[in-house]
């Protein structure tokens, strides 16, 4: 290989290199606005949050909210469904622009990422099979619980939840379980809660929005006690870029000034969950 071979390649293995680094400022911003194209990656099997329709298409409150950004953005949006643990762990490497998907900013996420907009506020609840003979949370001591892994609701069922996000009120830890089993999502442990009391699972817990939409699709489950605790959630996004962070928390800004928010949350929910009670 002659000098200039060398330099050229010694070029392009450091084009590649750079093109694994995080964004630099702008970068993401700047491809996003270029292609007019912004993916967003949620959960295809979260309702109300997020589901695939009868139509085939995805549905539910973090859509409309992922969709509105994109508008005022100017941008159409692209949607993909990987699993909550790849989502969380970071190094997304490209493969989506930002996360709608009612995520709890933490001090640990922080690490990974940064936050630009909490949308909305959701209470953490625990249901029951129908026939549990739990009439209240402590009795729920020493049982099999199911939950999401990798989320807000896992750590609280293990006693480790840590809410440091503006807007977090205080909790306290109602019950203790023998065991905790974790499911890719929500729907997941529902769906062995509902085969019968003790079956497989004792209780889960998830977002109260969640478990109504599972009663309400006919689940044989309920809700038992108060909620647990309650989160403040937000858009997601990878450390490296000020100004797509300051653009989406631009956009979320206006959605909350002209009723957006507050219109998607009560046609999803029923109740206004953009504002602390």
Partial sequence: ???????????????????ALPANAGAVLDRVMAAKDLKVATDANWAPQSFMNEKNELDGFDIDVAKDIGKRLGVKVEFVT????????????????MHVGSMTPTKKRAEIFDFPAVYYYTPA?????????????SDLDGKVVGTTATSTFEAYANGDLTLDAAGAPPFKYEFKPKEVKSYSNSTTAFDDLRLGDGTRLDAAVSSLPSILDAVKAGYPIKQIGDPVFYEPLAVAIEHGDKEFNAKIAEAVKAMQADGTLSKLSVKWYGVDYTVVK
Avoid: Q
């Avoid at 990987?82 to 989506?96: K, L, Q, S, V």
């Fill in 125 to 137: 609840a625990v249901a029951v099979h129908k026939d549990s003979k739990a009439t209240k949370l």
């Fill in 82 to 97: 990987p699993g909550w643990d790849i989502i969380t762990a970071g190094n997304w490497a490209g493969r989506w622009d």
């Fill in 1 to 19: 290989m002659n000098r200039l071979s060398k330099i050229s390649a010694a070029a392009a293995s450091l084009a590649v290199a750079l093109a």
